[in-house]
């Protein structure tokens, strides 16, 4: 399967992806501070960002960023960076 492109994805407007990121962070920490289990924050979240990227993107192009993912967890990428926040990055 080919994964997409950068430059195959809709272009995200200046600011968006960090001020996304911004509330992503504070409600992670306000769940967190919640006592709530961490496995069903991670999961809401995930289902929640599954559900805007089937509602806007192509099934191949939405595959192809779990696919991106899915070998940023394999290769250890995400593990060097545990303990930082990864919220706003793509």
Do not use: C, W, Y
Not at 3 to 22: H, K, N, R, T, Y
Not at 24 to 36: C, G, S, V
Request: aromatic residues 2%; hydrophobic residues 40%.
């Amino acid at each position: 399967m080919d994964v997409p492109m950068q430059d195959e994805l809709p272009e995200i407007p200046d600011g968006d992806l960090s001020f996304a990121g911004s509330i992503i962070d504070k409600a992670i920490e306000h769940m967190t501070n919640k006592h709530l289990n961490s496995i069903a924050i991670a999961s809401a979240l995930l289902g929640g960002a599954l559900g805007v990227l089937t509602r806007t993107l192509p099934d191949d192009v939405v595959v192809g960023i779990l696919q991106n993912a899915i070998e940023s967890v394999e290769s250890g990428e995400m593990r060097r960076n545990a303990g930082k926040d990864h919220a706003g990055e793509a």
